[in-house]
């Protein structure tokens, strides 16, 4: 758990970065903090490790003020991701991992076994261990970085927008590896981004800040999405914050319609006049065939239940109202196909049925 | 090897040591000036334009002036070490601090973040990422001392400069020629080693065309 306590910071030439910020960041959670170039959000991870010290307040972690003791202590105990990663180019890539295993005392040779490990958690063959940084593109890079901060076994991970130099495709790619490898690991992280999709997608407890590190709005990004405090905070959100509000609805309460369906995925007869689905021998829908007996793709599927195998557009949005509508506006038929998490047909998914579920508030 | 009445040899072991040991103590005394000067805009003010002037000082009047200053005999080999230990010093202060600047901040801050201390930052990530600039000014450095060196030959001080100033003495035109392109092989010599040695020290520079 970290904890901010009125954390202020004053800089030598006058600025306030952190006017007097009060969080907590709780245990094995992700918590990001958003907000506009200048809103202090760096500043405050940077307290938690010491590399600027408040003015005033206190940052506790797990209980003890970081103040107390040596910093360089503090920091081998406390991941940290940075901006473009931040390897250390003179240092092949297994041996930036082992850092902090080093540097916290173990010979060079567990060292380097346990950087082994992590590289393979974080989806990097053996092959890349004996390369120099810069013979890795900046998705690997970042995988690297991630890779280091874990070495260290620290339970706490700062992550200073760690995926912002990446491509777009890559940047999903990274935040996947990112929920994935924290399902697994539970670890307490403070992430920083500008990126209010990257917060809503990431965060278990979003913090928006505004210019001056002035708190606008602490809440899970739902909450975030659904009422936003102010103006601000409604405008940093951004405008179809309706629609990816979906993502966090549950769709518990969608019935699934009757479709009419035919047992060969190469078939080409359906029912006369409709939109039928063709099902493949494992009952998994395979495409449309049009009232014209014409084949179609099937669109995005709506996956039911979350805790599909990988995660992909279609299991992400599992569950939630996003994932029927999504299915239901991207289906030829005008209808969606509704799957179950091991892609068995289960139904349709009429628009009109998931509208309904929005009128006139679902949630509270 | 004996050529001209002297043992050759001796000549340009003689030169070799003069110029190699100033250039190696140099080294020593500029880095941390260097990294002073890195770490405080206020003692760059200072030592840069410092270390240049001193660069301007004529070699012949510092190595008359250093006896003076230090104590040292007018005739001993120390009065060329020192003066071309200045030199050095002027020469890569100003090369250490550039060195230090090039290496990245992403580097150092993510060096500070996972738990360096200040000693092991500057030997363990500071200092062998500034390698390749830090050559650069070593060899600079060097071909300066290996031809400076020969100045010391005018008070006494052997080297290969003694063929020159010996062969100007005796009218002597191929004596003169020797100490001349004997000077320059061994800088040039000297300056290969230089940039072997800052190869092998940064094996990473060259594997980005290497994938």
Redesign the interface.
Known sequence: MIEFRDVGKRFADGTVGLESLSLTAREGEITVLVGPSGCGKTTSLRTV?R?VEPTSGSVLLAGKDVAEGDP?????GIG?V??????????RVLDNVA??PV?QGLPRKEARARAAEVLERVGLDATMAQ?????LSGGQQQRV?VA?ALA?DAPVL?MDEPFSAVDPVVRVELQDELLRLQADLGKTILFVTHDIDEAIRLGDRVAVLRVGGRLAQFAPPDELLAHPADEFVSGFVGRDRGYRRLGFVPATALHLTELPTRADANGDSGVPGEWTVLLDGAERPAAWLGPDGVRHELGSVYVTEGGAEGVTAASEAAGTLRGALDAALSSPAGRGVAVDREGRFRGGVAPDDVLALLRPDPVR | MRAFGYDIDELVISHVLLALVPVLVGLVVAVPLGWWAHRSPGARRVLVPLSGALYTIPSLALIVFIPILVGTPILSPLNVGLTLVIYTVALLVRSVAEALDAV?V??T?????????PT?LFLG?QL??AVPVLTAGIRVASVSAFSLVTVGALVGVQSLGTLMTDGFQQAYPAMVAAGIIGSIVLAFVFDALWLALGRAL???VR??T??
């Open positions: 490790n590399m360089a202590l503090l920091r081998r940290y940075i901006q473009q990663a931040g390897l250390f180019p003179h240092r850092t902090v540097l390369r120099w940084p810069a013979q970085g280091r260290g700062l | 990245p992403t580097v801050t993510a060096a500070v973040a996972v738990g360096y201390r092991g990530v062998p990422l940064t094996p990473w594997a980005r290497g994938v």
